[in-house]
C-alpha cells in the first residue's frame, strides 16, 4: 500500500441497519467517479453491540479496500483519531456512514490542486450548501456554529462532517488534540486554524440516511464539557510560562485594586457627584436631571450632563433593584472595568493573536488611571471605550444587521460623552478615506450605519434636550463644550508638559509607538481601518487635550487605548530582528519592565486620599444621623455629599466652572439654611462675593476633611445684594 493516494475514514458504531449498503455504495461511487485515484477505506468500529463488527470484517473479507479495526469502548472522537493516524494515504477523507459524498472528494482535490491547501471542509451551513435534516439539527448546528465564532474567534462555518486532509499536516495537529467525543473533529479543525494551515470550505449537500441517534440530552453535559476543556486549551495553554504569569498576577492585581477600599476607593468627588446625583434624581424623583432642592432641578441639561445613559443606565439599574448607594455604583463601575478587560482582550486576540493578550492585561491592571478614572462612580469614559471597541468589532461586517449594530455601538460610545463625538468623527473619516481608495460609495452601508447610530443617538439629544430643540440651546451647548472652562494661551503649556511631566511622556511613548507601526504596515499598504481609526482618534484626543485646562482625564481614552494595544505595537515594530528568539526576549524585557514600573507606582499612590478616602460617606452619615434626615442643610459645591445625604430636604449649589452656576442664591433670597457645608470659604467664589454676610451669618462648627460645616448663628442680619448665576429650576 506504499505510495497511497487517499484514505477514507469513517467512525462505525451500531450500524447493522445500513453499514453493507452504504459501504458497498461508497466503493461504487469511487469507481464510477474517480476510479484514477488510489483508495483504501478505513472502517473504524468501536464498541457496537450489535452485528456492525461482523459485517464490517465480513466487507473486509470482499474488498481488498477495507480495512477494519476495532475499540473496545464507543466513541466517536478516538474512532476518528485512530483511524487519522492509522490511515495510509497521503491524503485522508473522513466520512461518517450517514453522511459522505464521493463528489465532494473530487471537487475538495481540484481546490487543493489549484490553491495548495491543507484541509478542506465540507460546510451544510454557508451559501451553495443544502441541509435537509429536520429544523432542530439544523438549529443546533447553527447555534453551536455561532458559539464557537463568539468564543473561539472560529472564521469558518461548520466544523463536523466530511474533510480532506493532508495527512502529513494533520498529524501533529491530531496528536494535540484534548477532547475524545463528539467535538474531536471540531477541535482539530479549530487547532488546524490556530496553527495557520492553508484551510478552505466548499458547500456540500446533507441527507439524513437514517433516523439520527442523537440524544441531545445526553450529549449536551458531555459538550459542554469538552467545550471547557478545549477553550482552556486553545485559549490559555498555548501562551508561554512568561505570557502565563503575567496573565495570572494581572488577574490577581486587577482584583486586589478593584476591591480594595470597596466602596470608598475612589471616592466620589465634584463630577461623579453630580453623575450619580443624577442617576439618583431619576430613581427617586422620575426626573432625568440634578436635584437642587426639593422639587427643583437643573433645567439647562447639556450644561451639566457630560456622562449621559449608556452609563448612567446601568447605574440607574443598579439602583432600582438594590437601592440608591454608593456600593450599588461601585459594583457598575468594578462590572464596567472588567467588560473592559474581557472586550479589549478580545479584540487583541481577534485582531492579532493570543500571544499579546496577557501582556495587554497585565498593562492595564497594572495602571492606575484604569481605576482612578474607570471606577470613579458614573465617569463614562471606559464605558465609552467598551462600546467603541465593540463597533470597531462588527465595522467590517457585511450583512445588513451587523452594519447596523456596528452603528448602534458608534451610537452609544458617542451618547456616553460628548467627548466621543471625537471617535464618531474618526470612524466616519475612515469610511471617507477607504472609499477614495476603491472607488466606490457605499451609500447603503453608510445609510445602515448612520440608521444603528440614529436611535441612540436621537435618545441621547432628547436626554439633554427634553423640551425640544433650539438653536440657542444646541449653540450654548457647543460652545459650552468646545471650551468649558474658558481657557487661553493653554496650548503651548500643555505641549511642552508631553516632554515634562511622566504621564504625558507615557502616553507619547505608547502612542508614538503605535503610530510606528501604523506608519510600517502603510508602506506595505498592510494598514487596517480599525488602525487608522484609532491614529485618529489618538490624535484628536490629543488635540482636544491640548485645548483644555489640562486635566490628565482628557486624554485618559488615548492613554488606555494605547497601552492596550501598546505589546502589539511593540512588537510589530521591531518585527525587522532577524533572531526570533531575541526579538521575542527583548519584547517580554521592555513590556515586564513597563508592567513593573506601573505596579510599583500603583502601588504607591492607590492607598493615597485621591484614591482612597472614607471621609464623604462618613460624613454623609454623620450628618443624617446628628442633624436628621429633615435638617434645613445646604451644600456649596459638593455634589458628591449632597449625592450621599437621605436628607431629601437639603439643597445645594454648584460652579460647573468659573462661569456657569446652578442652584439658589440664599444670600439673595434671604432662604438661609441652619447648617451649610463647603470647603474653605476662602476658596469659594459664592462664599467669597458674599464674604461679609457668610461670616455675620455663620459659625464654624467642625471640619472633617476637606469639607466644613456652619451653623447658623441665632440673630443675623438681613441679606445682601443680588447675585448672578446659573439658576436651575
Request: glycine letters at 8%.
Amino acid at each position: 500500500m506504499d505510495g497511497m493516494k487517499l484514505s477514507i475514514v469513517i467512525p462505525i458504531y451500531n450500524e447493522e441497519a445500513i453499514l453493507e449498503q452504504e459501504v458497498e455504495r461508497i466503493i461504487l461511487d469511487m469507481k464510477n467517479i474517480i476510479s484514477e485515484i488510489p483508495y483504501e477505506l478505513v472502517l473504524v468500529e468501536n464498541g457496537s453491540h450489535d452485528k456492525t463488527r461482523t459485517i464490517a470484517e465480513v466487507l473486509q473479507r470482499r474488498y481488498t479496500q477495507i480495512r477494519v479495526m476495532h475499540l473496545p469502548d464507543a466513541g466517536y472522537g478516538p474512532a476518528l483519531k485512530r483511524g487519522l493516524l492509522e490511515a495510509r494515504g497521503e491524503f485522508v477523507v473522513l466520512f461518517n456512514i450517514d453522511f459522505w459524498d464521493v463528489k465532494f472528494i473530487r471537487k475538495a482535490f481540484a481546490l487543493e490542486k489549484e490553491r495548495n491547501l491543507d484541509m478542506v471542509v465540507g460546510s451544510k451551513t454557508m451559501e451553495g450548501a443544502e441541509d435537509t435534516r429536520p429544523f432542530v439539527r439544523r438549529l443546533i448546528t447553527k447555534t453551536f456554529n455561532g458559539l464557537l465564532r463568539f468564543v473561539f474567534g472560529f472564521h469558518g462555518t461548520d466544523t463536523h462532517g466530511m474533510k480532506l486532509l493532508r495527512r502529513d499536516k494533520m498529524l501533529p495537529i491530531i496528536e494535540q488534540c484534548k477532547t475524545e467525543r463528539e467535538i474531536f473533529d471540531t477541535e482539530f479543525v479549530m487547532r488546524a486554524q490556530h496553527a495557520g494551515l492553508a484551510t478552505e470550505e466548499i458547500p456540500v449537500v446533507c441527507e439524513e440516511k437514517r433516523k439520527t441517534t442523537y440524544h441531545i440530552a445526553k450529549r449536551i453535559p458531555r459538550t459542554a464539557k469538552d467545550l471547557l476543556v478545549l477553550f482552556f486549551s486553545l485559549r490559555f495553554l498555548q501562551f508561554n510560562r512568561i505570557r502565563m504569569v503575567a496573565l495570572f498576577a494581572g488577574t490577581a492585581v486587577f482584583l486586589f485594586s478593584a476591591l480594595w477600599g470597596f466602596p470608598d476607593s475612589p471616592s466620589p468627588w465634584f463630577d461623579e457627584g453630580v453623575n450619580l446625583g443624577i442617576a439618583k434624581t431619576f430613581v427617586e424623583d422620575g426626573v432625568y436631571s440634578l436635584r437642587l432642592a426639593p422639587g427643583e432641578y437643573v433645567d439647562n441639561r447639556p450644561l451639566m450632563i457630560s456622562t449621559n445613559y449608556p452609563m448612567l443606565g446601568w447605574i440607574i439599574m443598579a439602583f432600582k433593584l438594590f437601592g440608591v448607594g454608593l456600593a450599588q455604583a461601585q459594583v457598575v463601575m468594578i462590572l464596567v472595568l472588567v467588560a473592559y478587560l474581557i472586550v479589549s482582550s478580545f479584540v487583541v486576540y481577534k485582531w492579532y493573536g493570543a500571544k499579546y493578550v496577557s501582556w495587554s492585561v497585565a498593562l492595564i491592571a497594572t495602571f492606575l488611571p484604569f481605576y482612578g478614572h474607570g471606577m470613579s462612580g458614573g465617569l463614562g469614559e471606559v464605558a465609552g471605550l467598551v462600546y467603541f471597541l465593540i463597533a470597531l468589532l462588527l465595522l467590517r461586517k457585511e450583512k445588513w444587521w451587523g452594519i447596523i449594530l456596528c452603528g448602534v455601538f458608534l451610537g452609544l460610545t458617542a451618547a456616553t460623552k460628548v467627548f466621543y463625538l471625537l471617535a464618531l468623527g474618526a470612524v466616519g473619516f475612515s469610511e471617507i478615506v477607504l472609499a477614495i481608495k476603491r472607488k466606490h460609495t457605499p451609500w447603503k452601508r453608510w445609510g445602515l450605519l448612520a440608521l444603528g447610530a440614529a436611535l441612540p443617538l436621537i435618545v441621547w439629544l432628547r436626554t439633554l434636550l427634553p423640551n425640544g430643540f433650539s438653536g440657542e440651546s444646541i449653540q450654548s451647548a457647543v460652545g459650552y463644550y468646545q471650551n468649558p472652562y474658558n481657557v487661553e494661551r493653554v496650548i503651548g503649556a500643555n505641549i511642552v508638559r508631553f516632554v515634562t511631566e511622566t504621564t504625558p511622556v507615557h502616553f507619547a511613548l505608547l502612542a508614538g509607538t503605535f503610530f510606528i507601526m501604523v506608519i510600517l504596515a502603510a508602506r506595505k499598504s498592510a494598514v487596517r481601518q480599525t488602525e487608522f481609526i484609532m491614529t485618529l482618534f489618538f490624535l484628536l484626543n490629543t488635540i482636544f487635550f491640548v485645548r483644555t485646562v489640562g486635566w490628565y482625564r482628557y486624554l485618559f481614552p488615548a492613554h488606555l487605548l494605547a497601552l492596550t494595544f501598546f505589546p502589539v505595537a511593540l512588537d510589530q515594530v521591531v518585527a525587522g530582528v532577524k533572531q526570533s528568539k531575541l526579538r521575542v526576549a527583548g519584547v517580554s524585557c521592555v513590556l515586564a519592565a513597563l508592567v513593573v514600573v506601573q505596579g510599583v507606582h500603583l502601588s504607591r499612590e492607590r492607598f493615597s486620599r485621591v484614591y482612597y478616602n472614607p471621609a464623604p460617606r462618613e460624613l454623609a452619615a454623620g450628618i443624617d444621623l446628628g442633624l436628621g434626615p429633615t435638617m434645613d442643610i445646604f451644600i456649596f459645591d459638593h455634589p458628591e455629599l449632597f449625592f450621599l445625604l437621605k436628607n431629601r430636604q437639603a439643597r445645594q449649589y454648584l460652579h460647573m466652572n468659573p462661569y456657569v452656576a446652578f442652584g439658589e442664591d440664599i444670600f439673595s433670597t434671604g432662604q438661609l439654611p441652619k447648617y451649610i457645608v463647603s470647603g474653605e470659604p476662602d476658596r469659594n467664589a459664592y462664599l467669597m462675593e458674599y464674604k461679609e454676610q457668610f461670616e455675620a451669618n455663620y459659625a464654624r462648627v467642625k471640619q472633617y476633611d476637606a469639607y466644613v460645616l456652619f451653623e447658623k448663628r441665632e440673630s443675623t442680619p438681613a441679606p445682601g445684594r443680588g447675585h448672578a448665576n446659573g439658576g436651575g429650576k
